[in-house]
């Protein structure tokens, strides 16, 4: 059974910065083999962030994934935020997401 817990969303003013984690349990599911997405109120999932340095243009120089193996977590740091940058964020294998894998999401909310 493959559990995905995502985390670190909130209320932030542009500009402003939040990390946030997905903790994923599970044998067949390595986080090396994750990514970020995110859906926006009223438009489509997207993809934002997957292997090293693949990223949503919108977002290239502003967030950065990384992993931590021993803590079987994926990270996702977001600077300079934008009102457009809110959504429902979530983790799930990339480029390509599993359907039993899509947790609840964080929200994050960026005001301007």
């Known amino acids: 059974q493959v559990q995905v817990v995502e985390s670190g969303g909130g209320l932030v003013h542009a500009v402003g910065s939040l990390s946030l984690s997905c903790v994923v349990s599970?044998?067949?599911?390595?986080?090396?083999?994750t990514g970020w997405y995110r859906q926006a109120p009223g438009k489509q999932r997207e993809l934002v962030a997957s292997g090293r340095t693949n990223y949503l243009d919108s977002v290239k120089g502003r967030f950065t994934i990384s992993r931590d193996g021993a803590k079987n977590t994926v990270y996702l740091q977001m600077n300079s935020l934008k009102p457009e940058d809110t959504a429902v964020y979530y983790c799930n294998t990339a480029p390509v997401p599993t359907y039993d894998y899509w947790g609840q999401g964080t929200q994050v909310t960026v005001s301007s």
């Open positions: 599970g044998r067949m599911f390595s986080i090396y083999a």
